[in-house]
T-cell receptor
Framework: DAKTTQPNSMESNEEEPVHLPCNHS???????IHWYRQLPSQGPEYVIH???SNVNNRMASLAIAEDRKSSTLILHRATLRDAAVYYC?????????????FGAGTRLTVKP | NAGVTQTPKFRVLKTGQSMTLLCAQD?????MYWYRQDPGMGLRLIHY???????AKGEVPDGYNVSRLKKQNFLLGLESAAPSQTSVYFC???????????FGQGTRLTVV
């Protein structure tokens, strides 16, 4: 799977929007962009994923650059509960193993 | 619908003891995975399975064995526990290639 690059940490104020960036310059045409987050003392949870078009769900929005070499996870109004480590991961449908390898992610701190 | 359930949630072992961690999913998923997460670190893939009766090694397989005799269950075994295996273990499942992962709540294992 192609690699991703994320900042180690970010800070946000409560009730403000947060933009979490991810660079994936070696992405292939069929790679899906997935985002997961891990709250303290919990297992990772799925946030959102997309291929080419921007995506929205109840948790977040995913903005994908036109050349697909970067993407941004947008939390529209951060809450204290959004403090977590956020992982950006590329998933390839051709990968027979369907395995998922985690990087270090971005640790988001939300200040009240 | 329970999703992914891990048993037990906590365990303390003495060096040299053996144990089995059970992961059960009720979503009829083909793919299942075992990860470990050491304090302050990201998740690392131990073993995985792409279907009933199949298993394969991940990034850190040494000291562990796995079995997938039934589609819904994925067992992780430690034959002779070592302090280096003190970690939080997460199980995950996925229904299709490049599909979202569902994670269990984790098993916190301490080897003394």
């Amino acid at each position: 799977d192609a690699k991703t690059t994320q900042p180690n940490s970010m800070e946000s104020n409560e009730e403000e929007p947060v933009h979490l960036p991810c660079n994936h310059s070696t992405i292939s045409g069929t790679d899906y962009i997935h985002w997961y987050r891990q709250l303290p003392s919990q297992g990772p949870e799925y946030v959102i994923h997309g291929l080419t078009s921007n995506v929205n769900n109840r948790m977040a929005s995913l903005a994908i650059a036109e050349d697909r070499k970067s993407s941004t996870l947008i939390l529209h109004r951060a809450t204290l509960r959004d403090a977590a480590v956020y992982y950006c991961i590329l998933r390839a449908p051709e990968n027979n193993n369907n395995d998922m390898r985690f990087g270090a992610g971005t640790r988001l701190t939300v200040k009240p | 619908n329970a999703g992914v359930t891990q048993t037990p949630k906590f365990r303390v072992l003495k060096t040299g003891q053996s144990m089995t961690l059970l992961c059960a999913q009720d979503m009829n998923h083909e793919y299942m995975y075992w990860y470990r997460q050491d304090p302050g670190m990201g998740l690392r893939l131990i073993h995985y399975s792409v279907g009933e009766g199949t298993t394969a090694k991940g990034e850190v397989p040494d000291g562990y064995n796995v079995s997938r005799l039934k589609k819904q269950n994925f067992l992780l075994g430690l034959e002779s526990a070592a302090p280096s295996q003190t970690s939080v273990y997460f199980c995950a499942s996925s229904g299709y290639r490049a599909g979202r992962f569902f994670f269990g709540q984790g098993t916190r294992l301490t080897v003394v």
